[in-house]
């Protein structure tokens, strides 16, 4: 196993998994094909229903083989076939904790139907009772805190909806867009998955690997990974994309890396611009107290530190 960690593997993820003999993943996370017809550059994407509901089933099961007892599973799936990803987590043994709906912010246009603008991703563990959820890690401020100044609000803030609208789809016009694949995940999302469903140094598995969105976030937080892809093109320009993280260190003089990474996180699901959470106090001290939950140190954080760290990242 040792010879596989961080390292993306190119081959098909049921023969590779299927070698291994003991569980190693702490997380897995899969955006597999959605047997939609999109030409990848080793698969075309479209074939015979229940072939690709066969296909379904062995690499869903070669991923629970691999899946330690406490571990978390979570797959991202079009509409055409996630009621049969949800039959076969049951046969599997899977236990599904949420049914979530990524909300693009908006879709692809149609014309003679009403335009897509979802993904599912089924969030499912090993063992029902025994699992990581960090909830610190992804509590946002409630509108009881930023609005209604209502003294029931819970100063940890709230848990986020089932329904995630905060990340759009990474488009061609983006700064994040790779390039040269053609279905990216935005890295926010990824992050919000890992910090919630697994701890620094735990291993997270992509057996879809794709434009390396999975393995990429588990690096800059800190996780081991294991990622897994058929094509070798792929392969070579998701590690290229690993190796330029090597270069990005913070030059804030008061935050490093890892709190510069996640007040960008932060930053990315409350959705307030930071011009208007540093013009009102009220919004800057709940943003620097929510900021101090999901790092979890016992270290203190100064209004007049996070003003200087907003700064550097709206110059």
Not at 234 to 252: D, F, I
Request: charged share 25%; with cysteine.
């Amino acid at each position: 196993m040792q010879k596989l960690l961080n390292r993306i593997i190119c081959g098909d993820c049921i023969e590779v998994l299927g070698k291994l003999r003991e569980p190693f993943a702490d997380l897995i996370f899969a955006d597999p094909p959605f047997n939609i017809g999109y030409k990848y550059d080793k698969y075309y994407d479209k074939v015979k229903k229940n072939n690709y509901i066969a296909w379904t089933k062995d690499w869903m099961a070669a991923c629970k083989k691999v899946l330690k007892p406490h571990g978390s599973f979570y797959i991202a799936i079009g509409d055409e076939y996630a009621a049969n990803v949800k039959i076969i987590a049951d046969e599997l043994g899977l236990f599904m904790r949420n049914w979530l709906i990524w909300h693009y912010t908006f879709g692809q246009q149609t014309k003679n139907k009403f335009a897509r603008a979802h993904t599912h991703i089924f969030y499912f563990v090993n063992d029902k009772n025994n699992f990581t959820f960090n909830d610190c890690a992804v509590r946002i401020p409630s509108d009881r805190q930023l609005i209604y100044n209502d003294r029931r609000a819970n100063p940890a803030g709230k848990m986020p909806d089932d329904v995630w609208d905060e990340y759009s789809r990474v488009c061609g016009t983006f700064k994040e867009r790779t390039g040269w694949h053609p279905c990216q995940m935005p890295e926010n999302l990824l992050k919000r998955i890992i910090a919630a469903s697994s701890n620094v140094g735990d291993c997270v598995l992509d057996p879809f690997c794709g434009s390396g969105t999975t393995v990429a976030v588990a690096k800059q937080s800190g996780r081991n990974y294991v990622g897994i892809e058929i094509s070798e093109k792929y392969v070579e320009q998701a590690n290229k994309r690993l190796a330029q993280l090597k270069n990005r260190q913070s030059e804030n003089p008061f935050f490093n890396t890892t709190e510069i990474n996640e007040l960008k996180r932060l930053l990315s699901d409350i959705k307030i611009p930071i011009k208007e959470i540093t013009a009102d106090k009220k919004n800057l001290q709940l943003l620097t107290n929510q900021f101090a939950v999901r790092m979890n140190n016992r270290k203190r954080y100064s209004s007049e530190k996070m003003i200087a760290a907003l700064k550097d990242l709206a110059d």
